[in-house]
């Protein structure tokens, strides 16, 4: 099952216009981003590819509001994010993103649903709001049955459905994953981007992953190339060009 790409008229919540990120300065400078344009309108799934040192972390770093460009616009729903403060971008990320990595990053002798309440315990929610929540989470990616269990009494697929739950208690507007499937074997991989693709059609996520596997890019429904720090091709998944 692949993501359907929404209509194009629809008005874009991410836009990206003429971004760079230059890292050091003089003979030393190296530019991992030369002027990239991007629009991503809500409810897309939009994977990320390019090879290593090609950009794509970078611009995703930068998507994440974890790292500024050195120059150009990233709007978010209008809001010019290179101009906001450090704690408006943690505001940001905390209130509408919601991250995915390759490594788990779960709390190894916490329960699954202490791990899925942490951001809520950063957002000042009431103990049986975090509760009544984290379960919620759980249940929409199948593991309300193991709240009360540890992440070391979990398989890599359930701990990586976990962290997926952890990215989507607070309801964000953006899930942004860095290669959700590298920890986990082909079948387990496939069950979480069936999860995502489902989440992206039945909540209207807009997610934004990053992947080096083209089986894994193939759920998405559009594909943006990454090369040398420019994009090199924009497409809908399943086009040439």
């Not at 616009?73 to 403060?85: I, K, M, P, T």
Request: aromatic content about 6%.
């Amino acid at each position: 099952m692949k993501a359907e790409s929404p209509h194009a008229g629809t008005d874009a919540l991410i836009t990206l216009a003429g971004i760079t990120k230059t890292y050091g300065h003089g003979q030393a400078a190296f530019q991992a981003l030369s002027g990239i344009d991007l629009a991503i309108r809500q409810g897309e799934f939009v994977a990320i590819m390019g090879p290593s040192g090609s950009g794509k972390s970078t611009a995703m770093n930068i998507l994440g509001c974890l790292d500024t460009p050195t120059s150009g616009a990233y709007l978010f729903e209008g809001v010019h994010v290179e101009h906001l403060s450090r704690d408006q971008r943690a505001l940001l990320r905390r209130h509408y993103l919601g991250f995915v990595f390759q490594g788990f990053n779960l709390l190894a002798r916490t329960t699954a649903q202490e791990n899925v309440e942490l951001p809520l315990l950063y957002r000042g929610e009431t103990a049986q709001a975090r509760h009544e929540l984290a379960l919620g989470a759980l249940r929409s990616v199948g593991l309300e049955e193991w709240a009360y269990h540890t992440s070391s009494e979990l398989s890599g697929g359930q701990q990586q459905r976990v962290a997926i739950a952890r990215a989507i208690v607070t309801n964000p507007k953006v899930l942004l994953a860095d290669e959700p499937t590298g920890n986990l074997d082909s079948k387990r991989g496939h069950e979480i981007m069936e999860l995502l693709v489902n989440m992206n059609r039945e909540h209207g996520i807009t997610i934004l992953m990053v992947t080096h596997e083209p089986d894994i890019a193939a759920y998405a429904g559009r594909i943006v190339h990454f090369v040398d720090g420019k994009i090199a091709r924009d497409a809908v998944n399943g086009e040439t060009a």
